[in-house]
């Protein structure tokens, strides 16, 4: 064992943390530096508004924008009520025993299944089972239940974070437990559940292997009509063009890559504006 | 002199753990009855389970009857006892929000207010007599949270006062205080005794005997002995008594 002196050894750790750090770094700014580059100059008002011609290698991406929009809209919207008041029935009524234990760990545990898993899944119960088809409702279904397990999550802590002197002094005053959910916990624990949310939005929004099977197709000649329809999105386009059509044009693959990574990052971005925002006016 | 409380052989256990053994007490109409004892001598899980709080934990295991006006009060609905028997904590817990809706808060939700109209005279009312209005009057709309501990206290107290309660139980309500916003905390209870009943739990025996109509004496799940405050002070019956208010122990 060599000895080092303190100061050699603090110079060490000190560089083998800096370094970890860079190494973590890195290739995120390499990635985004290289779609930027080979990406911004596709960005065009026309690339994102009209429709893909001559096999996707000119034209724009509108429907895969559109029909990410409607399925990641229509997944929150089914999973953000379901998994609040999940959340709140675990957190505010039910007792803590050996059932609800287990029903907490198996939620936490939902959250770590393969989305891959979830795209099959949705694809024998939403599309086949339910004879739903492909299309914008089996995607956005198979998204929810995806990130329902999320959403309860995030919701639990937000509703742990208001403290349980609120609820002790609103029920000694005779306010019944559901008043006192619905006039102190829920206001106080709102800006979590938001922020919650958006990251959740962020998240759903680049997932492909979900809506592979449930929601997308390769090429779809209008715009979305109804939630029956079936749908192009941003991300399995992204697969499609760099992957399916042979001589693609790199700007169009860097350019849908870039529109993906600009929504995402700025649903994440707003997450992060909202945070600060609520922390700023939190009341206690 | 009428009975408000009466207590029959209540005994509360935590999780096997018993910390009151058939209790028998009672509390008369429109007195202050304090109640001092050491640390785990069971006077806050007495005060506690006179509104039901106690109900919240799941550990929490009861035996015997507390009547309230001859009503058992394990039989009535929860909401209702709560707001006959209101409890102030020992840290003052003001609701997120303004002074103005922190008062209305209670009385809103239970329905007591009909008109608009009513919640301005029912806010000053019940700040006039925590003796806050004047202190607070200028700022209704700025929040509760902002207030100082003693303040914060009482609006904890008009609270209380807004849903018009028949009982007040207090929690060691100056632990976290220092001496002046004491003093006024006492004051109005004092004052309030003219309206209301009060069980006041103090660790703070001098305090007991300036508040106090009547004193108990718990330790370690038992009443020792109960009776006129200044009886109980001057010439107490039990060598345990004596030795705890004199401080030779606790």
């Not at chain 1, 919701?155 to 005053?173: D, Q």
């Not at chain 2, 010439?235 to 030779?248: C, H, M, V």
Request: proline share 5%; hydrophobic share 45%; aromatic share 8%.
């Amino acid at each position: 064992m060599i000895k080092l002196s303190p100061k050699l050894s603090q110079k060490l750790s000190y560089s083998i943390l800096f370094l970890a750090t860079i190494l973590a770094i890195v290739p995120v700014v390499v990635i985004i530096f290289t779609i930027i580059k080979n990406g911004a100059s596709a960005i065009t008002w026309d690339f994102l508004t009209s429709m893909p011609k001559d096999g996707m290698r000119t034209g724009g991406i509108l429907p895969a924008v559109l029909g990410t929009f409607s399925i990641v809209t229509c997944a929150i919207s089914i999973t953000l009520p379901i998994g609040v008041f999940a959340a709140i029935y675990l957190n505010e009524y039910t007792r803590n025993n050996l059932l609800t234990r287990i029903i907490k760990l198996a939620i936490v545990n939902l959250a770590g299944v393969p989305s891959v898993v979830y795209g099959l899944f949705g694809l024998g119960i939403f599309v086949m089972f339910l004879k739903l088809g492909v299309s914008v409702i089996a995607g956005a279904l198979t998204l929810s239940i995806m990130e329902l397990p999320v959403i309860i999550t995030t919701a639990r802590g937000a509703l742990n974070s208001v403290p349980y002197s609120f609820r002790e002094a609103s029920l000694s005053l005779g306010v019944s437990r559901w008043q006192t959910i619905r006039h102190i916990v829920l206001p106080n624990a709102l800006p979590g559940i938001l922020t919650g949310t958006i990251l959740s939005i962020a998240r759903i929004s680049g997932e492909t292997a979900p809506i592979l099977f449930t929601a997308s197709v390769f090429y779809v000649p209008h715009l979305p009509h109804s939630i029956f329809d079936q749908v192009m999105t941003l991300p399995y386009h992204l697969y499609i063009v760099s992957t399916q059509i042979p001589n693609m044009p790199k700007k169009i693959i860097f350019g849908t890559a870039l529109v993906l990574l600009i929504m995402v990052l700025t649903i994440s971005f707003m997450a992060i504006i909202a945070r600060i925002y609520f922390r700023k006016h939190r009341k206690w | 002199m009428v009975d408000k409380i009466k207590v029959e052989n209540l005994s509360c256990c935590y999780n096997k753990k018993c910390v009151l053994d058939s209790l028998n007490i009672n509390v008369i109409q429109n007195e202050i009855l304090s109640i001092i004892g050491p640390a785990n001598s069971g006077k806050t899980t007495f005060l506690r389970t006179l509104n039901r709080m106690n109900d919240l934990d799941v550990t929490y295991l009861r035996k015997g009857e507390v009547y309230l006006d001859n009503d058992n009060i394990f039989n009535m609905n929860m909401e209702n006892l709560r707001k006959r028997v209101g409890m102030l904590f020992a840290m003052p817990i003001p609701l997120p929000m303004s002074i103005y809706e922190n008062i209305i808060y209670a009385p809103k939700r239970l329905g007591l207010i009909l008109k608009k109209s009513e919640q301005d005279a029912i806010v000053e009312q019940a700040l006039r007599d925590a003796s806050l209005w004047n202190e607070v009057k200028d700022r209704l709309d700025s929040s509760a949270m902002k207030m100082s501990g003693g303040q914060q206290q009482r609006l904890c107290i008009a609270r209380i006062l807004a849903i018009n309660p028949e009982v007040i139980l207090f929690d060691e309500p100056c632990s976290g205080l220092d001496p002046i916003s004491t003093a006024k905390v006492e004051e109005s209870m004092i004052e309030l005794k003219q309206k209301y009943t009060i069980v006041l739990v103090t660790n703070n025996v001098k305090q007991a005997s300036r508040v106090g109509d009547r004193t108990a004496f718990f330790l370690m799940g038992n009443l020792i002995e109960i009776d006129k405050t200044d009886k109980l002070f001057i010439s107490p019956k039990e060598r345990q008594t004596e030795d705890y208010i004199t401080g030779r122990f606790g």
